[in-house]
């Protein structure tokens, strides 16, 4: 289970926030919880957009995968 938080650190409102992640090669998606609606293609794991996020504001995901081999697995998680 990984899981994903974001944090308004700044001091104005944030629009528009957009989250996905990459599964490793490895790993197969399984589900997906949160602030937002979560669903996946493949190895990509999509984040619905948020809206604004509020000063000092934390929303958080988590995304359950399993594990199909042994190795070092890392998710990459990207925010724009």
Do not use: C, H
């Amino acid at each position: 289970v990984y899981e994903i938080a974001v944090k308004n650190q700044g001091t104005e409102r944030d629009t528009g926030i957009q989250l996905t992640a990459t599964l490793p090669e490895s790993m197969e998606f399984v589900r997906g919880d949160g602030e937002t609606e979560v669903s996946n293609e493949g190895k990509t794991v999509n984040f619905g957009q948020l809206k604004e996020l509020a000063p000092g504001d934390v929303v958080s995901w988590t995304i359950t995968a399993k594990a199909n081999s042994a190795d070092k697995a890392r998710l990459k998680v990207e925010l724009k």
